[in-house]
């Protein structure tokens, strides 16, 4: 997201924009991606509310959240893309934040990969998630991307 600074995270964390709502959508390709044809938007607050949950050393994935509400709201998918702008959101509102404080950096990226996106970059999120015990690897050369090692045995069940 560009000039953080200048956006008030937590009015768009309030902000439901209409949702939960649902769309059916016709694309075949989509359709056999994401196995069915129901969709589902979360607002953005649903999100926050989730991430919430994580406890101190566990993890959580964008994946895991959109299974979650998928599944409660008897969706086949919940949307991806605005899944990753909220997520984003719920990051920068609890920064933006004094006190109560949403552990946004337990919540990771699909193959428990860390997220740039995140107020302070993919260092920061390091720096937290390894004061929890976690230990963070890098992965390539030119296009480098830090995971949690062994993300899968700390994930936090919804």
């Known amino acids: 997201m560009a000039n953080e600074d200048k956006k008030d995270f937590n009015a768009m964390l309030a ?9 059916t959508i016709t694309d075949e390709k989509s359709i056999e991606k994401y196995g069915g044809d ?15 949950l994580v406890p101190y050393g566990k993890l959580l994935t964008v994946g895991a959240i959109r299974d979650y509400f998928a599944d409660i709201n008897g969706a086949d998918f919940t949307e991806p893309i605005t899944a990753g702008i909220f997520v984003s959101i719920v990051a920068w509102a609890s920064y933006q934040r004094k006190e109560d404080k949403t552990p ?8 428990g990969e860390l997220n740039a996106k995140y107020p302070g970059g993919v260092e920061v999120q390091k720096e937290m998630l390894e004061k929890e015990g976690h230990i963070i690897i890098q992965k390539g050369r030119k296009n480098i991307k ?8 700390d994930l936090f069940s919804l």
């Open 104 to 111: 946004y950096w337990r919540t990771l990226k699909a193959n």
């Open 15 to 23: 902000d439901s924009k209409d949702m939960s709502k649902f769309q």
């Open 146 to 153: 830090y995971y949690v090692k062994d993300y899968e045995s």
């Open 38 to 52: 129901r969709m589902y938007f979360a607002p953005p607050m649903d999100y926050d509310r989730v991430m919430r």
